[in-house]
């Protein structure tokens, strides 16, 4: 189900933002990709998808169909 991916997800999320970058683009290596979420449709596991995200400080862009 929805529910038991989250945590997945959030971990991949957490592990995405810290793969190291080209050295030539940052002194020490290691940079911060950006991660935002964008919500299109959804229920009710959308609206935890989106507290974990908002938790873990990542920004959320709800987009109104």
């Known amino acids: 189900s929805a529910d038991s991916v989250l945590?997945?997800?959030?971990?991949?999320?957490?592990?995405?933002?810290?793969?190291?970058?080209?050295?030539s683009?940052?002194?020490?290596?290691?940079s911060q990709i950006p991660i935002v979420l964008v919500v299109v449709e959804g229920g009710p596991s959308t609206c935890r998808t989106i507290c974990q995200a908002l938790q873990?400080?990542?920004p959320v862009v709800v987009v109104k169909v």
């Open 7 to 23: 945590g997945i997800r959030a971990e991949i999320e957490k592990c995405s933002r810290r793969l190291n970058m080209d050295a």
């Open 25 to 30: 683009n940052d002194a020490s290596g290691d």
């Open 56 to 58: 873990s400080d990542t």
